[in-house]
């Protein structure tokens, strides 16, 4: 006979909470592959939930959840953080600033001409 486990609660109901919070989701995207604990600790970091440093199996794991879940009810969406560090808006602010310093660089050529005649 086959034993099926699933998911807790909490987790399904903060897994559909995050929807509400782009920055957070963001944030989670940075982690790669399923490091389960570091997202906890990032979704804890966010919710403003103190962790104890102390190991944690999976009912610590749990009320956790509850608790961020919680926290994160409270807590107004955030929008998703555009920075230079988006690999687009990185890639333009560096042609930015190489235009900018060819310009600096033509301008001081220029302004050497002048100076020799």
Do not use: T
Not at 58 to 87: H, N, T, W
């Amino acid at each position: 006979m086959a034993y099926h486990e699933y998911f807790p609660e909490e987790f399904i109901q903060l897994n559909r909470e995050l929807i509400r919070h782009p920055r957070l989701q963001q944030l989670l995207s940075k982690h790669k592959g399923d490091d389960f604990v570091m997202r906890m600790l990032e979704i804890a970091a966010y919710s403003k939930v103190e962790v104890p440093m102390q190991e944690m199996g999976m009912p610590e794991f749990i009320e956790l959840a509850g608790v961020c879940l919680e926290q994160l009810k409270r807590l107004p969406p955030i929008p998703e953080e555009k920075s230079y560090f988006d690999e687009k808006d990185w890639s333009l602010f560096i042609e930015k600033e190489e235009r900018k310093a060819s310009q600096e660089q033509e301008a001081l050529f220029e302004r050497l001409k002048k100076k020799k005649s």
